[in-house]
């Protein structure tokens, strides 16, 4: 690594969603053991980068939107919010800058930093593998580097001629920490002879408040001679509307919001009905057997599946090349499957070995037991950072 500016690091983070939020706060913290505390942040993120010391310029809800239908509406203040973003980039001048994945803002962000002559980092290299590859293109006038999270992807970008760093994926970095499981349970007052089972709507407002109702009917029929207790992660902005919801279920529900409560709420699960996303990766290392459900709305779908190139959408799967966890996507995502899925989880002893079995190699090939992610990904953006003080 080459020698320190004279100067301590002035670093831009921008984060697009609620996912890019966390691994902000973690690469902040890991920033600052390799940097030192001198290292100074500003940008846009959510709570967790909040709470890491980041004042972001605008609330992460104003760009966290995803679908079609979605984007139109909110248009106008996206594109607000790129200029306003460009604009405090140039001012702050910073060393560097890291995007950190949701491409469709954060790269328009990136590509005018760069034209002013700003050094960029993306954090999260984008599924360009999983559909229209073509847009690899304009990633070079984009970003002077990417840290991808799966061993796959530095091949697939070198084409690119973008220099692509290979830094693994958060989900490892909780692996090795003890989870108490039973601490749980009793903390939140989960009956002895009750099953858990982990509900992950998401994070985006839209999706929860899309996922919940499907949810709802399916855990009515899952609960049919069942004792369940579903443990419902998620973030401080989503608590209220599901607690509302859960006040209608058939099951009683916990409600955890606290970040360092999710390990052990995981943990406490005997499967998980999830939706597609950064999730379904923490589950596969944690060994959580699971159904991915997803539903966008219709023209979204209709969009997606004529662009998407991959075979599945949850990335167990699409590490280990086959359908080792249920996928109930958009027309299959009813509440009689998702029931019918979770329940062969629930009963069948078999089908639980298989797929935890499975789980396990996803994390042999993730990783687990090495280096935390945020720590290598601090290191290169500490040395590119360097590199151009």
Same mark, same amino acid.
């Given at each position: 690594m080459t020698g320190g500016p004279a100067h301590p690091l002035k670093i831009f983070v921008v984060a697009g969603e609620p996912s890019g939020d966390v691994l902000g706060a973690k690469l902040m913290a890991a920033l600052r053991d390799i940097a030192g505390e001198g290292v100074t942040f500003s940008g846009v993120g959510g709570e967790r980068m909040t709470a890491a010391g980041l004042r972001s310029l605008? =609330?992460?809800? +104003? /760009?966290?939107?995803? &679908?079609?239908?979605q984007v139109v509406p909110k248009l106008p203040r996206i594109l607000s919010r790129i200029r306003e973003t460009v604009s405090a980039i140039a001012a702050n001048r910073p060393d560097v800058v890291v995007t950190i994945d949701a491409p469709s803002f954060t790269l328009r962000v990136a590509e005018q930093a760069r034209q002013a002559g700003v050094t960029v980092v993306h954090y999260v290299a984008p599924q360009y593998w999983a559909w229209r590859p073509g847009r690899?293109?304009? @990633?070079?006038?984009?970003? +002077?580097? @990417?840290m991808a999270l799966f =061993?796959?992807? #530095?091949?697939?970008?070198?084409? $690119? &001629?973008? =220099?692509?760093h290979y830094v693994g994926h958060p989900a490892i970095e909780g692996a090795s920490s003890a989870r108490d499981p039973a601490s749980f349970r009793t903390r939140h007052r989960i009956a002895p002879d009750a099953t858990v089972l982990a509900?992950? #709507?998401?994070?985006?407002g839209h999706l929860v408040e899309r996922m919940l109702p499907i949810y709802a009917d399916a855990l009515a029929l899952l609960s049919?001679?069942?004792? @369940?207790?579903?443990v419902v992660p998620t973030v401080v902005a989503r608590r209220d509307r599901i607690v509302a919801a859960a006040a209608g279920w058939p099951i009683p529900a916990t409600i955890v919001d606290v970040p360092e409560e999710k390990g052990d709420a995981i943990a406490a699960a005997a499967a998980a009905? !999830?939706? $597609?996303? !950064? /999730? !379904?990766?923490?589950?596969?290392?944690?060994g959580v057997p699971m159904v991915v459900?997803?539903?966008g709305d219709e023209i979204s779908a209709r969009v997606a599946r004529r662009l998407i190139k991959v075979r599945y959408a949850a990335m167990p799967n699409l590490i280990l090349d086959r359908a080792a966890v249920p996928e109930l996507l958009q027309w299959d995502c009813t509440p009689e499957k998702l029931a019918t899925e979770l329940a062969r989880?629930? +009963? +069948? #002893?078999s089908a639980r070995a298989a797929q935890r079995e499975a789980l396990a190699e996803v994390g042999r090939r993730l990783g687990v037991g090495g280096e935390k992610p945020s720590v290598r990904a601090a290191r290169v953006v500490v040395e590119i950072a360097r590199k151009r003080g």
């Open positions: 605008f =609330p992460l809800e +104003d /760009i966290a939107v995803m &679908g079609f239908l690899m293109r304009k @990633l070079s006038r984009r970003v +002077d580097h @990417l =061993p796959f992807e #530095p091949a697939f970008f070198a084409a $690119s &001629g973008v =220099p692509t509900v992950l #709507p998401g994070s985006r049919q001679g069942r004792t @369940l207790h579903a009905l !999830t939706v $597609s996303g !950064t /999730i !379904t990766t923490e589950l596969a290392v944690a459900a997803y539903r989880l629930l +009963d +069948d #002893p």
